[in-house]
């Protein structure tokens, strides 16, 4: 059995699609993952082969005033996961590198995080791999769904309600469909072996800006609205973001034989779907 955490957020949901009644799904009203005692007993009910731990704080420029709330979801709740659990699957971030490179990260790179959420993800990431029977970390990037709140709606809903709108272009990385995340994880499961601790990365292929991202949101959804380029010291946030946060996804494709989709691919099928709905 599987236990999922975060389950109503993007990953989560995409996740339930995917596993069905092969899993318990919970979500902070169902488990408090930062609560040792509710934690333990919930491990000492059931026994779970693996728990894919979706739940974060990702309220990047938030948690930089909000750090005590940050670090007991981003580090202390997988500490406990991995404490009680068989086997976590920590999913973790980009925001653990400082993006002052210009060749994607590989998973033995320095992390040097910049900003809270940074810092607190990556020591959860220590903490999983440190405290757990079997570990293994996934970071991802930019990740939308088309469940929940992410750049993609917003983008579409912006798209629809203006004529032009600016985004940053200084910004590199890679948008990630979280089917396509979710999907790379349960092929993962059955070839996990007991013992394991690994840093895998896992984003779509391609490298984009934020305001490439942008524009092909634009064209997909079939909305006129322009797109200007923008500096990101033109829009200036709390927190500091990664200039340059593409992911070498070379260890998780020979490890598992995953094959990884493009990100504009990934984006079609996310906007087919949310035109669906619609």
């Known amino acids: ?45 059931q026994e779970f082969d693996f728990v894919i731990n979706c739940a974060a704080y990702t309220a990047v420029d938030k948690a930089e005033d909000d750090f005590e709330a940050a670090d007991r979801i981003n580090r202390l709740g997988p500490a406990l996961l991995a404490k009680y659990g068989r086997c976590v699957i920590q999913v973790s971030t980009d925001y653990v590198f400082d993006g002052t490179t210009h060749l994607p990260y590989k998973e033995d790179d320095v992390a040097n995080p910049t900003s ?10 220590k903490a999983v791999l ?29 798209g629809a309600e203006r004529d032009s709108l600016g985004v940053i272009f200084d910004q590199i990385g890679t948008p990630t469909y979280a089917a396509d995340l979710a999907a790379a994880i349960v092929a993962m499961l059955p070839q996990i072996k007991a013992g394991t601790k690994e840093i895998y990365h896992y984003s779509n292929e391609g490298v984009a800006s934020w305001y490439d991202f942008a524009v092909a949101i634009m064209a997909e959804s079939g909305l006129p609205c322009a797109v200007r380029p923008l500096e990101t010291s033109e829009y200036p946030t709390k927190a500091a973001r990664p200039a340059y946060s593409v992911l070498n996804k070379t260890k998780i494709r020979r490890d598992f034989g995953i094959v990884i989709p493009h990100w504009m691919d990934g984006l079609k099928r996310c906007i087919a779907t949310l035109n669906e709905q619609a």
């Open 116 to 125: 809270v959420y940074g810092s607190t993800k990556l020591a959860g990431e």
């Open 130 to 158: 440190a405290d757990g029977e079997t570990a293994v970390v996934i970071r991802t990037a930019w990740l939308y769904s088309s469940f929940g709140a992410n750049f993609v709606k917003t983008m579409r809903r912006l």
């Open 1 to 45: 059995m599987l236990l999922v955490t975060g389950a109503n957020g993007q990953l989560g949901s995409e996740l339930r699609l995917l596993l069905g009644d092969s899993a318990v799904y919970v979500d902070r009203d169902e488990l408090d993952i930062t609560d040792e005692i509710a934690v333990r007993a919930f491990f000492a009910e």
